[in-house]
């Protein structure tokens, strides 16, 4: 029912935004340094949960509401771009610290750990945009199930994000003590991460695709 080149065209995208610094590798990270890679693992939970909360409204009829009312889709992907410009500051501005840089953050609770991973993904531009506007542009119309091929294809990018998000857990430890003996390296990640965020902020304003509903 799903064309291989279908569910190769959502990895490929899928890879391509986890592996672009955003708010969840940015708060992954962050968890894991700081907390220890149980805490990682745990904030990936809520992250997992809110890739599923996105599968299911967006195939059962969210994005149908964007289609209706286009304002409120150029509203999110506004916000979604001035939020991914804030973070490009964040990363550029002087005295800025990176993502892999050791931070004194208090410690949370299991229950604290996941919601925030939860939270931090329901509020990821990143993500709507993806679920909304790129993933229903595999879905083929003459294929059979439109419902189905929208769980089968954003089951894929839930397995590859997850895949990818749980390696940068584990090894965030190990990736931020060979950073700190290097500043220069540290420096460069820091400015790479944000100079992406910046131009995915510029593409994401520009954008004038429209969504295509899925339900």
Not at 48 to 60: D, R
Not at 114 to 123: A, E, Q, R
Not at 148 to 172: E, H, T
Not at 200 to 213: E, G, H, I, M, N
Request: a positive charge.
């Amino acid at each position: 029912m799903v064309e291989p080149s279908a569910v190769l065209g959502v990895v490929t995208v899928a890879l391509g935004m986890v592996l672009t610094p955003g708010p969840n590798m940015i708060y992954l990270v962050s968890r894991s340094i700081t907390q220890g890679r149980r805490a990682g693992v745990i904030s990936l939970g809520g992250v997992a949960v809110g890739f599923m909360v996105y599968l299911l409204t967006t195939n059962l009829g969210l994005s149908v509401l964007f289609v209706a009312v286009p304002e409120l889709y150029t509203v999110l992907k506004l916000a979604g771009a001035a939020y991914l410009a804030y973070l490009a500051w964040n990363a550029l501005k002087p005295g800025a610290a990176s993502v892999f840089a050791p931070q004194d953050i208090p410690h949370d609770s299991p229950r604290r750990l996941f919601t925030m991973g939860l939270m931090t993904n329901l509020l990821n531009p990143k993500i709507a945009v993806m679920y909304i506007s790129l993933i229903p542009q595999f879905v083929d119309l003459e294929a059979g199930s439109v419902l189905l091929q929208g769980f089968l294809l954003g089951g894929s990018q839930i397995v590859v994000a997850v895949s990818v998000n749980l390696s940068i857990v584990l090894a965030a430890g190990s990736i931020s003590v060979f950073l700190a003996r290097r500043p220069g390296w540290l420096k460069a990640q820091r400015c790479l991460m944000g100079a992406v965020l910046g131009a995915l902020a510029v593409s994401l304003a520009f954008d004038t695709s429209v969504p295509a509903p899925v339900g």
